[in-house]
C-alpha cells in the first residue's frame, strides 16, 4: 500500500458537491470528501464512486475537491519547485536524469525528453525530435523503489527539497490509493481494494513541471512546442495545477468527444486536484474508462523579454507555467486484463492481456 510517512487528512474547507466548472469545460466536479470521511456509509461511498465512475466514462477526467491533501501542502510543493528550476543550469544537472527512459527520475532540462502518442520506431521517433519540447521537469519516486532509485542533488545545494518531495509523494500515493478503492466499489468487485493491490508497491512517479515563456509565433509555426497532445500512460495521474490568481496561467486542455477533434479547457478549480484515466487503465477497463488525449492550453499571453525566451523584444510570448503531475502505474507484474464487470458476451475483451512493465517500458523508451 502507499507509503505511511503522513497522514492524509479526511476533510478540508467544503466546497460544493458535483457540479460542472463551466459551460468551457465537461470535466464534473466530485466532492471526494464523503468516501474519505471516518463517518462514511456503504451508501455515501458508492454514491461517490458512482460519480467519479460517470466522469471517466463519459470525459476520462474528474476534479475531486476535499481529497484530503491540505492546500499548503500543495503551495509548498509548487514553491520548492520555482525555487529548485530557479537554479542555474549547472546545479540542476547535479540531479541528472539518465539518457533513456528506463530509470525515469532526475533533473531532465528543456529539449530533453520529447512526448509522443504512440510513437515507438526509430525513424519516426527522430522525425518528432526535430521540433523540441520547451519544458524542464524533475521527476522521483517512492523512495522505498530499489529498481529506480530517486536521483537527488547533494542537500546542500537545496536544503530540505529532498525531505519536501518525499513528503508530498506521500500524501499523492494514499490519495491514489483511495481513488481505486473508490474505483473498485464503483465496479463492484469482490474486494473494492483489488485495484488498490494490485499497486502496492506505490511504483508511481511525482514531477515537476517547468515551461519557460516561448514565442506564440514558434508554437503557432511548428519551429517548437511546450508538449504535444498525448495520453497517460499508467492507471491514473493525479494534476495540480497552479492558479495565477488574477492573471491567467493556462492549465490544461483536453480533447472532448469522438471524430472531428475539439479541444476543451481543464482550468485550475480553487480547492480540486484534476484526476484523469491513463491508457493502461482504460485497457484493464476494457474501455469503460476513456484515456482521453490532452496537451497544455496556453491561457496567458505577456511581452516578455529574456535571455531564456529566444524571442526578440516585444514578442508575444506564452508566460511561464509550472504544474505538478504524479503519475500512477501498477506493480510490474500485474497482468492488465478485461476486469469482472467489463467484458462479457454482449461486451467481448477489445485489448491484448498484457503486464504493466511490458507496456510502461514500451512508452517510457520513446520519451528519450
Same mark, same amino acid.
Not at 466514462?57 to 519547485?81: K, M
Not at 533533473?107 to 518528432?128: G, L, M
Not at 496537451?295 to 508566460?319: F, H, I, N, Q, Y
Given at each position: 500500500?502507499?507509503?505511511?510517512?503522513?497522514?492524509?487528512?479526511?476533510? %478540508?474547507?467544503?466546497? $460544493?458537491?458535483?457540479?460542472?466548472? !463551466?459551460?468551457?469545460?465537461?470535466?464534473? +466536479? *466530485?466532492?471526494?470528501?464523503?468516501?474519505?470521511?471516518?463517518?462514511? %456509509?456503504?451508501?455515501?461511498?458508492?454514491?461517490?464512486?458512482?460519480? +467519479?465512475?460517470?466522469?471517466?466514462?463519459? /470525459?476520462?477526467? &474528474?476534479?475531486?475537491?476535499?481529497?484530503?491533501?491540505?492546500?499548503? =501542502?500543495?503551495?509548498?510543493?509548487?514553491?520548492?519547485?520555482?525555487?529548485?528550476?530557479?537554479?542555474?543550469?549547472?546545479?540542476?544537472?547535479?540531479?541528472?536524469?539518465?539518457?533513456?527512459? @528506463?530509470?525515469?527520475?532526475?533533473?531532465? @532540462?528543456?529539449? %530533453?525528453?520529447? *512526448?509522443?502518442?504512440?510513437?515507438?520506431?526509430?525513424?519516426?521517433?527522430?522525425? @518528432?525530435?526535430?521540433?523540441?519540447?520547451?519544458? =524542464?521537469?524533475?521527476?522521483?519516486?517512492?523512495?522505498?523503489?530499489?529498481?529506480?532509485?530517486?536521483?537527488?542533488?547533494?542537500?546542500?545545494?537545496?536544503?530540505?527539497?529532498?525531505?519536501?518531495?518525499?513528503?508530498?509523494?506521500?500524501?499523492?500515493?494514499?490519495?491514489?490509493?483511495?481513488?481505486?478503492? @473508490?474505483?473498485?466499489?464503483?465496479?463492484?468487485?469482490?474486494?473494492?481494494?483489488?485495484? !488498490?493491490?494490485?499497486?502496492?508497491?506505490?511504483?508511481?512517479?511525482?514531477?515537476?513541471?517547468?515551461?519557460?515563456?516561448?514565442?506564440?509565433?514558434?508554437?503557432?509555426?511548428? &519551429?517548437?512546442?511546450?508538449?504535444?497532445?498525448?495520453?497517460?500512460?499508467?492507471?491514473?495521474?493525479?494534476?495540480?495545477?497552479?492558479?495565477?490568481?488574477?492573471? =491567467?496561467?493556462?492549465?490544461?486542455?483536453?480533447?472532448?468527444?469522438?471524430?472531428?477533434?475539439?479541444?476543451?479547457?481543464? $482550468? $485550475? /478549480?480553487?480547492?480540486?486536484?484534476?484526476?484523469? +484515466?491513463?491508457?493502461?487503465?482504460?485497457?484493464?477497463?476494457?474501455?469503460?474508462?476513456?484515456? %482521453?488525449?490532452?496537451?497544455?492550453?496556453?491561457?496567458?499571453?505577456?511581452?516578455?523579454?529574456?535571455?531564456?525566451? #529566444?524571442? *526578440? #523584444?516585444?514578442?508575444?510570448?506564452?508566460?511561464?507555467?509550472? !504544474?505538478?503531475?504524479?503519475?500512477?502505474?501498477?506493480?510490474?507484474?500485474?497482468? +492488465?486484463?478485461?476486469? $469482472?464487470?467489463?467484458?462479457? =458476451?454482449?461486451?467481448?475483451?477489445?485489448?491484448?492481456?498484457?503486464?504493466?512493465?511490458?507496456?510502461?517500458?514500451?512508452?517510457?523508451?520513446?520519451?528519450?
Amino acid at each position: 500500500m502507499a507509503p505511511a510517512a503522513t497522514a492524509i487528512a479526511t476533510t %478540508t474547507s467544503p466546497i $460544493p458537491q458535483t457540479q460542472t466548472p !463551466s459551460p468551457a469545460s465537461p470535466v464534473p +466536479i *466530485v466532492d471526494f470528501g464523503p468516501f474519505l470521511s471516518a463517518s462514511a %456509509t456503504p451508501t455515501s461511498r458508492r454514491s461517490v464512486a458512482t460519480d +467519479i465512475d460517470a466522469a471517466f466514462r463519459s /470525459v476520462g477526467f &474528474v476534479y475531486l475537491t476535499n481529497h484530503g491533501i491540505p492546500q499548503q =501542502e500543495i503551495d509548498a510543493c509548487f514553491a520548492w519547485s520555482k525555487r529548485f528550476f530557479a537554479l542555474p543550469p549547472a546545479t540542476k544537472a547535479l540531479a541528472p536524469h539518465p539518457p533513456t527512459g @528506463a530509470h525515469h527520475r532526475g533533473y531532465s @532540462a528543456p529539449a %530533453t525528453e520529447k *512526448v509522443t502518442q504512440h510513437t515507438y520506431t526509430s525513424s519516426d521517433i527522430t522525425s @518528432a525530435r526535430t521540433v523540441p519540447d520547451v519544458k =524542464e521537469s524533475f521527476d522521483s519516486g517512492n523512495p522505498a523503489d530499489e529498481r529506480q532509485p530517486n536521483i537527488w542533488a547533494p542537500e546542500d545545494v537545496l536544503p530540505g527539497f529532498r525531505a519536501a518531495q518525499e513528503r508530498f509523494f506521500a500524501l499523492c500515493a494514499q490519495l491514489v490509493h483511495r481513488v481505486l478503492e @473508490a474505483l473498485g466499489t464503483a465496479l463492484a468487485l469482490p474486494d473494492e481494494r483489488d485495484l !488498490s493491490n494490485a499497486h502496492a508497491a506505490s511504483a508511481f512517479q511525482l514531477r515537476l513541471l517547468h515551461y519557460p515563456p516561448v514565442a506564440v509565433r514558434a508554437l503557432r509555426e511548428g &519551429v517548437k512546442a511546450r508538449i504535444g497532445a498525448h495520453s497517460d500512460f499508467g492507471s491514473l495521474t493525479v494534476l495540480f495545477q497552479e492558479s495565477g490568481g488574477e492573471e =491567467e496561467v493556462g492549465g490544461l486542455e483536453g480533447e472532448d468527444g469522438e471524430g472531428e477533434r475539439r479541444w476543451r479547457p481543464a $482550468p $485550475p /478549480v480553487p480547492g480540486a486536484v484534476l484526476v484523469n +484515466i491513463g491508457d493502461l487503465m482504460e485497457r484493464w477497463s476494457n474501455g469503460r474508462w476513456r484515456s %482521453t488525449m490532452h496537451r497544455p492550453w496556453e491561457g496567458a499571453r505577456s511581452e516578455v523579454d529574456g535571455p531564456e525566451t #529566444d524571442g *526578440v #523584444d516585444g514578442e508575444e510570448l506564452c508566460a511561464p507555467r509550472y !504544474s505538478i503531475p504524479f503519475f500512477a502505474a501498477p506493480d510490474d507484474d500485474a497482468v +492488465i486484463d478485461a476486469l $469482472p464487470g467489463c467484458w462479457g =458476451e454482449e461486451r467481448p475483451k477489445k485489448f491484448e492481456a498484457v503486464t504493466a512493465r511490458e507496456y510502461v517500458t514500451m512508452r517510457m523508451n520513446a520519451l528519450y
